[in-house]
């Protein structure tokens, strides 16, 4: 395959500063000494990091949002195992169906999802709670969750678990001991980035989150609506932080390309 | 064992029954809801609210501005999106992975975030961007981005940028580099090779592309609502207001519920040209 020419590479570089510049602001102004915005040169300082203790709702917030990913991912992995299961394995009418019907909270906006989630919880009595936001967290990532632990399970070799019934495991022991290490990779990549998807959350989660039960991109948001001060950079970078870390890590165990694919590029098609 | 697949798949199917169509129903009746100041909402079926939304020229105003900045970012983000795809799979091995990881990996780094980086960089007459274009001489006099459609786009383009270079880098998977090698050496230049060869190729990882990235922008909150203030509504702010400040809950419905009626005929309609058009790629 041929080489990028110099012109590629200096689009590339723009490119790639584009990606990054309003990333980078963010961290540079949290650095701030000053009491307003600006982009520190010479002086620097931890200021604005050591200010986010003195607000209790961003701390709380931060929790609740990672529970909440946490709680809400765990579940929909839980769901989606059987049902990867069932749609890699056999081939049953409604199917297809099935498949579009728990893929559909990519497809549908979450605007829309968050106006019908703040209509059904209000009216069945679980609006602001927990509760209502973990249900609706759950519908949200389950196509994240659903469509790695898919992937692993179509990929699964079946002859090793033909191997163990006719060494005599029972239907149990197979599915405990075989299968289910077998799509374990699968399983927590899409817990990982389920989780992910549910902690950045916003469009949906803003109509349905009280003052009591706001998440820490609600919380971020209502904060920048009033004004935008160097508080709100320092939280944003401290986000910004753990999800960088949280990427490498994935990136490095799964392989980042072939969670958001969806396939594996490396093994081919 | 016939109704394996079927137990299953029942956990799933009991949630997205209850807690997916239940809710989107109940939408659907809602938009057709009466409500008034001082009495709420009242469980009639009239067409007020859709004769509002699609009679008013407020909401036709709004909707344009909607699709118009739509419309803008796919086109920014397919010129210049598709490009680095290309580019980046033409890397060698450490790098490709590196920069992968760093234009795919914004899209995992929270939103709000993201949005502040660009409310930071357009601010006001100090901002970078206005700093950098006078400095270079483009410009004269800062440009105004924040509280402008101009500033949505850009940070619109930027947030979902890793769509479509994810779309397109996966069609590029599929590519057949032997094909190019063919056309250059039976005589084509760089640039023939681009045009008749790779692009015809990637056409339809670009369009699909194309589709997340209009339906996002279409219906994206936070950057609009945080770069186009309070003033400069869309229609998911719009609705947002509706919702938790007017609390006109039905006409608010009324508003999500088009938009999603309008996004999903825009990508029936483009997934059918795109399977008709190309049919011989998928086959």
């Known amino acids: 395959m041929s080489r990028n020419g110099p012109i590629a590479l200096a689009y590339h570089t723009l490119f790639v500063a584009f990606m990054l510049a309003p990333i980078l602001v963010v961290c540079w102004v949290a650095f701030t000494p000053e009491g307003f915005l600006s982009f520190p040169t010479d002086r620097w300082s931890l200021r604005w990091f050591e200010a986010i203790g003195r607000y209790p709702e961003f701390i709380s917030a931060f929790w609740r949002s990672l529970w909440l990913g946490a709680i809400s991912s765990a579940i929909a992995v839980a769901i989606s195992v059987p049902a990867a299961l069932a749609i890699a394995r056999y081939r049953f009418p409604g199917r297809e169906a099935m498949t579009a019907l728990f893929m559909s909270p990519l497809m549908i906006p979450h605007l829309v999802l968050g106006i019908a989630f703040l209509r059904f919880f209000t009216q069945i009595g679980l609006g602001g709670t927990f509760a209502g936001l973990v249900l609706s967290h759950i519908v949200v ?9 898919l992937a692993s399970a179509v ?115 | 064992m016939k109704a394996a697949p079927y137990l299953l798949c029942l956990p799933a199917l009991v949630l997205f029954a209850g807690v997916v169509i239940v809710p989107l129903g109940m939408t659907v009746l809602l938009s057709f809801h009466d409500w008034g100041q001082y009495k709420g909402i009242e469980p009639v079926f009239i067409l007020k609210n859709w004769q509002e939304v699609l009679g008013d020229s407020y909401f036709h105003e709004m909707f344009a501005r909607t699709f118009r900045i739509a ?93 479509m270079v994810l779309a397109v880098w996966a069609s590029l998977q599929r590519l057949d580099p032997q094909i190019e090698n063919a056309a250059v050496a039976l005589g084509a230049g760089p640039f023939t090779v681009l045009r008749r060869i790779v692009l015809p190729q990637v056409m339809p990882g670009i369009l699909s592309g194309a589709v997340i990235v209009f339906a996002l922008a279409a219906s994206a909150f936070a950057t609009p609502a945080i770069i186009g203030g309070r003033r400069l509504k869309v229609a998911s702010t719009l609705a947002f207001d509706e919702f938790l400040n007017t609390l006109n809950w039905p006409l608010g419905a009324a508003v999500a519920m088009l938009l999603l009626a309008a996004l999903v005929a825009i990508i029936w309609g483009t997934n059918r040209l795109v399977e008709r058009r190309y049919a011989q790629v998928f086959a």
């Open chain 1, 141 to 149: 990532v389950l196509p994240f969750a659903l469509r790695l632990t």
């Open chain 2, 71 to 163: 419309f803008f970012v796919t086109l920014l983000a397919a010129v210049f999106g598709a490009p680095e795809a290309y580019i980046l799979n033409r890397m060698r091995s450490p790098w490709r992975g590196i920069f992968l990881l760093v234009i795919l990996g914004p899209l995992l780094i929270s939103v709000v975030a993201r949005t502040l980086g660009w409310a930071l960089l357009f601010g006001g007459n100090s901002g970078l961007v206005n700093k950098a274009l006078m400095g270079m001489g483009l410009i004269s006099a800062p440009l105004p981005f924040m509280f402008t459609e101009t500033g949505i786009v850009i940070a619109l383009a930027h947030v979902l940028m890793p769509y």
């Open chain 1, 155 to 269: 990929g699964l070799d079946r002859s090793i678990e033909h191997a163990a019934v006719s060494l005599g495991a029972s239907e149990g022991v197979v599915l405990r001991r075989i299968t289910l290490p077998l799509v374990l990779p699968g399983l927590v990549s899409g817990w990982a980035l389920a989780f992910i998807n549910s902690f950045d959350e916003l469009t949906m989660t803003v109509f349905i989150a009280a003052p009591g039960t706001e998440t820490l991109p609600v919380r971020m948001f209502l904060y920048i609506q009033d004004n935008i001060d160097p508080l709100v950079t320092s939280v944003s970078a401290c986000v910004i932080a753990v999800t960088v870390v949280a990427l490498v890590i994935l990136d490095r165990a799964f392989g980042l390309e072939r969670m958001l694919v969806g396939r594996s590029a490396s093994h081919g098609r």
